[in-house]
């Protein structure tokens, strides 16, 4: 379940707060070789398991690119602001990839709200969101995500 906000407004007094999870999302073969066909990134490491069995990690592993794109499915179950007429995403600060998702992991976002300031018209918000991975001590992907929600008029 997602941290509820009534209004934009709400936001602020949750600074530094832990936002909460999603839920855990099994990285496949198949999303891999979809993120590779709709950015060109075909690099063997991605998309030919036989070879990948000798690379680097044992096995192919999922893009970067794909693991950060996984945030915006995430941020939905870990934070719900209501009473906007609009949310925009804004943009993302201090993007990292710690550690390799292999393909059959299982991963999740975890959001702490970290920032928030009124902007013309709303509210922007910064959300730190870690991509975990089962079972590592490591993150797949840490990014600060930039949101700005407008109230209802």
């Known amino acids: 379940m997602p941290r509820v906000f009534k209004t934009p407004f709400e936001l602020e ?48 592993i ?6 950060l ?12 602001v209501q009473g906007i007429s609009m949310g925009v995403n804004y943009g993302a600060d201090k993007l990292r990839f710690p550690s390799p998702v292999k393909v059959g992991s299982r991963v999740r976002g975890v959001g702490e709200l970290i920032a928030v300031e009124n902007v013309k018209g709303g509210v922007q918000s910064t959300v730190r969101v870690t991509v975990e991975i089962e079972g590592s001590d490591r993150p797949a992907c840490v990014v600060d995500t930039i949101s700005r929600y407008f109230p209802a008029q």
């Open 69 to 80: 794109s996984l945030v915006n499915m995430f941020l939905p179950e870990i934070i719900d």
């Open 13 to 60: 007094a949750a600074v530094g707060e832990r936002l909460g999870e999603s839920q855990w999302l099994t990285i496949d073969q198949q999303r891999i070789n979809l993120f590779a066909d709709a950015t060109g990134d075909h690099q063997w490491i991605h998309v030919d398991p036989e070879k990948a069995k000798d690379g680097p990690f044992g096995t192919t």
């Open 62 to 67: 999922a893009h970067g690119y794909l693991t």
